[in-house]
T-cell receptor, first 114, second 109 residues
Framework: DADVTQTPRNRITKTGKRIMLECSQT?????MYWYRQDPGLGLRLIYY???????NKGEISDGYSVSRQAQAKFSLSLESAIPNQTALYFC?????????????FGSGTRLTVV | GQNIDQPTEMTATEGAIVQINCTYQ??????LFWYQQHAGEAPTFLSY????GLEEKGRFSSFLSRSKGYSYLLLKELQMKDSASYLC??????????FGTGTRLQVFP
């Protein structure tokens, strides 16, 4: 099993729909992150959480919300999806005690909003 | 402000050596990572530098100069499977990684 699992892997949804992307991890890491990746724009941080009671906005949080249900789970919601939220979404985790290992990424969710 | 600059695309021949440069400006600095990312897949960890100098790991090496805000990734004995994007990612003072747009490397036979 993967250390960081994202579901679904692919999703097509309609404009205005609410959608949730899920991320779970078995690494026991406290820190979790949500990024989106668009061609030519690199990875941009949406939200991050350093522990269960901690939620922080990243550089592009508008239109998104998150929930950290447990140490192992971090969900990203699009309250009312719009076409420019079509992107590849990655969840990542990190261990603050092993910073030299950087982030572990999930396999990504490809979201298309039509 | 925070800024990362690396070439958008590079090409090289199988068996050759290629150097991918990265310059960065961050608010605080706690090391620099290089990741490899094949199209449509997750980034995977390649290297980490926190002190100045060269870190070697098999065919891949990474160099850091903190005073110059500069790093490079050196790939030797290129193989076709090295065709991918390479992401330079310094860690800023808030302990989060900041990703550049990446360098897309194409290796030709």
């Amino acid at each position: 099993d993967a250390d960081v699992t994202q579901t679904p892997r692919n999703r097509i949804t309609k404009t205005g729909k609410r959608i949730m992307l899920e991320c779970s991890q078995t690494k026991g890491h406290d820190r979790m992150y949500w990024y989106r990746q668009d061609p030519g724009l690199g990875l941009r941080l949406i939200y991050y959480s350093f522990d269960v009671k901690d939620i922080n906005k990243g550089e592009i949080s508008d239109g998104y919300s998150v929930s950290r249900q447990a140490q192992a789970k971090f969900s990203l919601s699009l309250e009312s999806a719009i076409p420019n939220q079509t992107a590849l979404y990655f969840c990542a985790t990190s261990d603050p005690l092993r910073t030299e290992y950087g982030y572990t990424f999930g396999s990504g969710t490809r979201l298309t909003v039509v | 402000g925070q800024n990362i600059d690396q070439p958008t695309e590079m090409t090289a021949t199988e068996g050759a050596i290629v150097q991918i440069n990265c310059t960065y400006q961050t608010s605080g600095f706690n090391g620099l990572f290089w990741y490899q990312q094949h199209a449509g897949e997750a980034p995977t960890f390649l290297s980490y530098n926190v002190l100045d100098g060269l870190e070697e790991k098999g065919r891949f090496s990474s160099f850091l100069s903190r005073s110059k805000g500069y790093s490079y990734l050196l790939l030797k004995e290129l193989q076709m499977k090295d065709s991918a994007s390479y992401l330079c990612a310094p860690r800023g003072g808030t302990d989060k990684l900041i990703f550049g747009t990446g360098t897309r490397l194409q290796v030709f036979p």
